[in-house]
């Protein structure tokens, strides 16, 4: 069950309302359920409806004429809550919802319980599913009611409402959603022949900028050159820029204005200063010399989202809100650069992730430079045409919104528990289109069958818990010369699985196989380690070795390291 609050200066234009026809014809049989004193008239079941309607309106208004002739009357004195059942929930009587309504005006400071001077209200029920309150928000003592809050207080009391009445349970939010279009909002675009309203259509095109600028002026410009869009940017006296509007070439008013938006009326944390913090807390890009030194950006932007998962098993809150963020950049990213026939469902992906990069946590954006540079420099860079880099980042965005819907889950944030979900959907949708290819032709390089048999062994040593389910997968074969390549540049391939194993566990893996399959390939891609390097690093940890075999002799049954960890090179 959700409820509506608003505040009006008319009671009689809203009883006219409650007790009309509806905008379409959709009020039936219009009745009061219940009212402050139980005595209140009924112009739905009196004879003479326009002198019943009055004089509800009299009786609604006494207080606010007396508390005017002192001065006292808030300007706004009507106060409207509707309450609707949820899709699905069974019919619910007028005795109910007299129940429901008492409660809620309790509940939200109108009328609390037990109180002689609560405001004057009633109950109107003129559909099956819903009804409204409304009230005149003057108190018998004249003083205004305290009603602040009223939405979270109405909405805690509707969650046991819900419980006690067996009602569908509605996920609920935690204020920090982007604003909804108004019914005006979405109509118009019905009429422009537009499956969404302006306001969202302008939150894709800013959430897609951030993600791709690497300063405020990049950012700026690239909103400039957006086409269809109309920015109007706002200055400090200084003359740097405070603030930003954006507004759809054909989006007009009454007067033929553009209908403007500024970037917090969007969502929360599109105001320009937020979008500063985020893009000063990117990575700084490397310089051409480092850049050649560097792996590939879209193996930088997948081993980034490959640590997602690791970063939300931390304690601290405020870095995996900042890693869950720049996740929904690098899905803002992925969505232009990606071929056309995924391109819709990566957008719905980034789309649907949006709602689930906000909480109440507050999110310290420095956590996630890494993620966030990467992801910029994936702009600048083509993903190769083979679909493996892609189908690669797609794996491991997959196991990083599976992630999300866990962490946010722990913290009960319902819509953004639905919403990781909703983007899971999407997003498997478009690698399941994009993983095929470059597995085939992966799988048509099968190494020689004495070589794969030695793979396989060291798949059994490496990850017994998950050997089985990899080796009788279809992908099985590219996992094999995933690791041949691996060895081909020079790789251990014992050393590359073990790393990879080591690296991120394989639970919410769907397919082991290919997971496995492109964490190998990504680091195949890395230049290999000398062997001066192994042997200064074997050299480094054998020291440590020794002491902690010394320290841990009686228990050197339980420390003692296994083959499958450290493999041996005969």
Known sequence: MIAKISSGKSTAGLIRYLYGPGRANEHTDPHLVTSWDGYAPDPGRADDITAARKQLVDDLDLRVKQADRLGRAPKQHVWHCSLRAAPGDR???DGEWADIARRVVAATGIAPADDPDGCRWIAVRHAP?????????VRGDLRSARHWNDYLTADRELAAIEKEYGLQRVIRGDRTAAKRPHRAEQ????RNGQAKAARERLRTVVRTAAAAATDTDEFLGLLTHSKGVLVEVLHFPSGEPRGYKVALENDRNAKAEPVWFSGSTLAPDLSLPKIQSRLAA???PASAAEERLRPHPWHQATAAIERIPHHLDQPGAEAAQAHLAAFGE????????APPDIRTELRSAASAFERATRSRVRA????????????????????PKDGAALAMFLDAALLAVIAAARWHDRRKHEQQVAAARKSLLHLQAAYNRTAPGPLAGLSQRRPAEHVADRYVRCIRQA?????DQALNDPAAGALLTALADAEAAGHDPARVLQLVIDERALDDARSPARTLTWRVQRIAQRTAPSCQALAARARSTMPLAAASASAAAPAATLTEPTSASHPRRR
């Open 282 to 284: 990117a990575e700084v």
């Open 91 to 93: 019919l619910l009587d």
């Open 330 to 337: 690098a899905l803002d990213a992925v969505a232009l650069t």
């Open 187 to 190: 109509e118009k675009a019905l």
């Open 463 to 467: 990850a017994p818990a998950y050997a």
């Open 364 to 383: 310290e954006h420095h956590h996630a430079r890494a993620l966030r540079g990467a992801v910029k420099a994936m702009l600048r860079e083509p993903a």
């Open 129 to 137: 599913d819903h009804i409204h309150i409304a009230a005149t928000k």
